[in-house]
T-cell receptor, first 116, second 110 residues
Framework: DAMVIQNPRYQVTQFGKPVTLSCSQTLNHNVMYWYQQKSSQAPKLLFHYYDKDFNNEADTPDNFQSRRPNTSFCFLDIRSPGLGDTAMYLC???????????????FGAGSRLTVL | GDSVTQMEGPVTLSEEAFLTINCTYT??????LFWYVQYPGEGLQLLLKATKADDKGSNKGFEATYRKETTSFHLEKGSVQVSDSAVYFC?????????FGAGTTVTVRA
């Protein structure tokens, strides 16, 4: 089945120790998103790729970076995690001909990050 | 900016009860509206959507109607099951991204 797969599902890291989360998709969608979801809060968009074009949200901390080496893969790098970065990180994809419309996202199961 | 406000939870119901989760939005233009559901330990899944005023989205017994005059998109189900226990998110899309409400946790007891 076509899907969005995130790895690892659970990650524990030390304060300040870099961490990388991965996302792969078999949907051949051209848009990939990273959301941060803290406990009992709404998912918050960090950034997205439209094809190879990177789009950062204005309030995303510099600590968060992303790479998309090809259509299928996207990575979230957290350079120096702080305690406040403990959250679920959700990858999502969509297929858009244009940026406007009923943009339906397909989500992965998420990577739960704990920073100690 | 665009925003979504949804009814706070948690909501606890008995099986076969009627469920309503209120959702209102603030947006410019004509957004599309969605309900996503998150089952325990899983990612978000699209439950239903509506793309213009007076559209009704429906799926798995859930319904929601896009009301432009009241800027609302309330979710309803006439008879819930234990398997409907989940977190429900109302969301809107005005362009390339979704803006989510805070989520409502629903627990259905047998």
């Amino acid at each position: 089945d076509a899907m969005v797969i995130q790895n690892p599902r659970y990650q524990v890291t030390q304060f300040g120790k870099p961490v990388t989360l991965s996302c792969s998709q078999t949907l051949n969608h051209n848009v990939m998103y990273w959301y941060q979801q803290k406990s009992s809060q709404a998912p918050k968009l960090l950034f997205h790729y439209y094809d190879k074009d990177f789009n950062n949200e204005a309030d995303t901390p510099d600590n968060f970076q992303s790479r998309r080496p090809n259509t299928s893969f996207c990575f979230l790098d957290i350079r120096s995690p702080g305690l406040g970065d403990t959250a679920m990180y959700l990858c999502a994809t969509s297929s858009l001909i244009t940026y406007i419309g009923a943009n339906v996202l397909t989500f992965g199961a998420g990577s739960r990050l704990t920073v100690l | 900016g665009d925003s979504v406000t949804q009814m706070e939870g948690p909501v606890t119901l008995s099986e076969e009860a009627f469920l309503t989760i209120n959702c209102t939005y603030t947006a410019t233009g004509y957004p599309s509206l969605f309900w996503y559901v998150q089952y325990p330990g899983e990612g978000l899944q699209l439950l239903l959507k509506a793309t213009k005023a007076d559209d009704k989205g429906s799926n798995k017994g859930f319904e929601a109607t896009y009301r432009k005059e009241t800027t609302s998109f309330h979710l309803e189900k006439g008879s819930v099951q234990v398997s409907d226990s989940a977190v429900y998110f109302c969301a809107l899309s005005n362009d390339y991204k979704l803006s989510f409400g805070a989520g409502t946790t629903v627990t259905v007891r047998a």
